[in-house]
């Protein structure tokens, strides 16, 4: 085994910099060169960072050795000069590993065994040399989708099964579908997992000026001379370009055309961007001697490359040594992800694509197993590696679904296969809704509705509520209004919550909103304001669903379920014995942080965090508070005071403290299982008494299980189903029906139990509490106090204001309603 480090050219003379170590990326690309293999050998194997091993000794004089390098540059008639250190560090082997997996398997997971996992380095050694070792040979073959250390590749050429072009964003946004692999301990062994993957990438070869005129709405003819009109947009959709590779033209390099990686945009346009060149004269003796000129950006490439630039006014795209690069002149690069979250028709089309029924996806991972071909490997043979290329089969047991109760219409029998619906029922708790009013916000196309179908409508609301329990305070009568979606929700709400309060005397406890559509806004406007600055329930309406005739009652339906919990009321309870013996709190946490695009912001917006808990007997009634910290931080800031008002919100209703805590973590990789945990856990401790239990949950994730038989319609394994990971309180569980494509299980882990839960009360309550999201008439994938804090963090980005100094401020629920289910 080797470290190596590779280290720039030393410093120009008279430089005062200092000698630069290459990033792992540059390391891992030069490796691959022909010098280096003469050093290294074929097949020299790479961690990614700074970490190699060869089969045998390299034949090198001691254990340390350098050699230097020069390697044609990016440039032409430019070389790159670097220096190779190598340290032997020893022999390796994997005993630690297999060592790690007889004995370890059998005791079950804990903190404790975490962090016994993380300090025995020799472990994680042996997962990363296998891991390197797979990476080396499909990194020559494929494209890979993560860089250095990818897990996902892609084939180098593609076709209509593996690629799909996005219509909805006009052919800018391919979906690609790939592989990913990697190696770790599962079932008691030590696996390699394949899996199918799915990836937005951007077309290969786009030129920036079309791609930006797509995004913008802007034909490239207007990019121009419609440019002072049009700046927001046009500058919106080229900073979805800043940090993209791409090629240029117009310059010649080693391999052809030359690739660069954009930093940022420029705020000067390249008529505008100035910089000094030199112009060089000789005298009448020969000496040569120069003067510094003032030139802009166009007037530089009509002169040294004969090009006149279209356009002129646009920002130009600079990379980080400081070139700029007119965005006419770019050219998306190979394999370029698109880091931009998708939105509405995007993420329709690009599910439809990656979703595919179990059966589906078992011959794609089949194929890729083809692809990847272990048997064929050089490197494995060398190292003695041998990987049989079957799926692993393992013993799985179904749990019973519970008795989902409602206040009337409860089926006994549970429900088949995690579904059951609202027919003939009415909600366990139902809630008082104490008069409500509509607001019907008309949009400037498609459906329009005359005030008699609002009106009707606005009762037909009421009606529907009362069918499934929800108490009608008969002196209040529903109002509606049209609002005027150019004007000030917050006057027009207020207006509308006085209006109601004076003709029924008493204040209402729910706003209905009708939107023309699905979409950011108003929608977060509405929300913001009800949630925090009047502090009442609301419940946003599609225009078209509202009026289907053939679907009005069922969606109905559906809406009731969540205004029922936003109301304080509870729909359905299930039974668990466990939860019914002792008082008991139910809490989910989860983190929900910036994506890549916002991460490059100046200043990146923050991450949400969001703790929910239930604070009834039956553990179906849950509140949630949240909170904001810097970007990127897993641990949550302030866990220690959001525990504490939840607990004290638990009192207040249940008149005692809890005995017992239930806490379910998302959100956390393998990496921060040990720190994270131990952090919240030990916070926990210091604001309660009760014995706390606290089982993390992983959703994202490639493990996936099909039946040995045929399965249900799509080919999936049964509601119900726990793989045990070598035991008991290590599993991944399916509580769901997929709707489409194959079923993801989730994977718990009980990490601290000062509760003794068996494996079967872990199991069950896992299981069970699955039954009782509060807003389906389905068990969910995930349990609900995590879906709650989810979605608690997802409108936390409501919550938020700017202050004039850049930073975030995130308001505060209003009090009157931290009992209810405000985020649903």
């Not at 070792?133 to 892609?154: A, H, V, W, Y």
């Not at 991450?607 to 009834?616: C, E, Q």
């Not at 079967?760 to 309550?765: E, K, N």
Request: one cysteine or more; hydrophobic letters at 35%.
């Amino acid at each position: 085994m080797y470290d190596i480090r590779v280290t720039a050219a030393g410093k120009k003379e008279g430089s005062n910099e200092e000698v630069k170590q290459c990033p792992p990326a540059m390391v891992g690309r030069i490796l691959q060169t022909p010098q280096a293999k003469e050093i290294l050998g074929d097949g020299f194997i790479f961690d990614g960072v700074s970490i190699g091993w060869a089969t045998k000794k390299l034949p090198i004089e001691g254990d340390t050795a350098t050699f230097g390098l020069e390697l044609p540059g990016a440039r032409p008639g430019r070389a790159f000069g670097c220096t190779i250190g190598i340290q032997y560090d020893g022999p390796f082997n994997c005993d630690a590993l297999t060592n790690w997996v007889l004995r370890e398997q059998q005791k079950g997971i804990t903190i404790e065994a975490l962090a016994n996992y993380e300090q025995d380095q020799e472990v994680l050694l042996c997962l990363k040399f296998i891991n390197s070792l797979l990476r080396k040979d499909c990194t020559e073959r494929f494209i890979s989708g993560q860089g250095n250390k990818s897990t996902t590749f892609f084939d180098k050429s593609r076709d209509g099964n593996t690629s799909l072009t996005l219509n909805s964003t006009q052919g800018v946004i391919e979906a690609w579908r790939g592989f990913y692999q990697t190696a770790s301990s599962r079932f008691g062994q030590i696996t390699v997992n394949v899996d199918t993957a799915t990836a937005t990438f951007i077309r290969p070869g786009i030129n920036f000026i079309d791609a930006i005129s797509k995004f913008s709405g802007v034909q490239p003819e207007d990019l121009e001379r419609g440019f002072d009109y049009n700046r927001e947009k046009i500058l919106e959709a080229a900073k979805k370009f800043s940090g993209v590779g791409f090629k240029v033209k117009h310059i010649k390099g080693p391999k052809g055309e030359v690739s660069r990686r954009g930093f940022r945009l420029t705020r000067l346009s390249a008529e505008e961007d100035t910089f000094q060149i030199r112009i060089w004269s000789t005298d009448d003796e020969g000496n040569k001697t120069f003067t510094l000129e003032e030139i802009s950006i166009a007037k530089y490439y009509s002169r040294q490359y004969n090009i006149k630039l279209r356009y002129p006014k646009l920002p130009t795209v600079e990379t980080r040594k400081g070139d700029k690069y007119p965005l006419e002149l770019c050219f998306v690069d190979d394999a370029e992800r698109w880091k931009e979250l998708l939105q509405g028709a995007e993420t329709a089309e690009f599910i439809k694509f990656a979703a595919a029924p179990a059966f589906a996806r078992r011959s794609q991972i089949e194929e890729s197993l083809k692809k990847i071909g272990w048997h064929n490997m050089k490197s494995l043979g060398e190292f003695g590696v041998s990987i049989k290329p079957q799926f692993i089969e393992l013993e799985a047991k179904i749990l019973p679904s519970p008795v989902v109760v409602f206040g009337q219409g409860t089926e006994h029998s549970g429900p088949r296969n995690g579904r059951w619906n609202l027919r003939g029922k009415r909600f366990y708790k139902p809630a008082a809704l104490n008069g409500y009013g509509l607001l019907y916000i008309p949009g400037g196309h498609g459906m329009r509705v005359d005030e008699r179908g609002i009106d009707v409508f606005t009762k037909t609301c009421g009606q529907q509520f009362s069918s499934y329990g929800v108490s009608m305070n008969p002196r209040c009568s529903p109002q509606w209004a049209m609002a005027n979606p150019q004007g000030d929700f917050e006057r027009q709400i207020h207006e509308m919550i006085s209006k109601l309060q004076t003709s029924n005397g008493v204040r209402p406890n729910l706003l209905i909103f009708i939107l023309p559509s699905v979409a950011v806004e108003p929608y977060c406007t509405i929300k913001k304001i009800c949630d925090t600055t009047f502090g009442i329930a609301s419940q946003c309406m599609v225009l078209e669903k509202c009026f289907n005739p053939k679907g009005q009652l069922q969606y109905l339906g559906n809406i009731a379920l969540k205004v029922n919990v936003k109301l304080g009321g509870s729909n359905a309870v299930i039974e668990d014995p466990f939860l019914a013996k002792q008082p008991t709190m139910i809490m989910g946490c989860d983190a929900s942080h910036p994506n890549p695009s916002q991460r490059r912001m100046d200043p990146p917006p923050p991450t949400f965090t969001a703790i929910s808990a239930s604070y009834d007997r039956r553990c179906a009634k849950y509140s949630a508070v949240t909170s904001c910290q810097a970007a990127g931080q897993e641990i949550i800031q302030d866990f220690g005071a959001m525990t504490q008002e939840l607990l004290k919100r638990f009192q207040e209703q249940a008149k005692r403290d809890p005995a017992a805590i239930i806490y379910f973590r998302d959100g956390l990789s393998e990496s921060e299982l040990d720190k994270v945990v131990r952090t919240e856990l030990a916070e926990l401790k210091k604001v309660t008494k009760a014995k706390i239990s606290v089982i993390v949950c992983v959703k994202r994730h490639h493990t996936r299980f099909f039946p040995l038989d045929k399965g249900d319609k799509n080919g999936n394994i049964a509601v119900g189903t726990v793989v045990e990971n070598g035991h008991g309180k290590d599993i991944f569980m399916v509580s769901h029906a997929g709707l489409q494509g194959t079923v993801r299980p989730t994977h718990y882990m009980m990490l601290h139990d000062e509760n003794n839960l068996t494996a079967t009360d872990f199991q069950r309550i896992c299981n069970n509490v699955c039954y009782a999201y509060g807003r389906a008439t389905v068990s969910v994938s995930i349990v609900p106090p995590v879906y709650y804090a989810n979605l608690a963090c997802d409108r936390a980005r409501s919550h938020v204001v700017h202050t004039n100094q850049g930073q975030s401020e995130l308001l505060q629920v209003h009090d009157l309603l931290k009992y209810s289910m405000w985020w649903q």
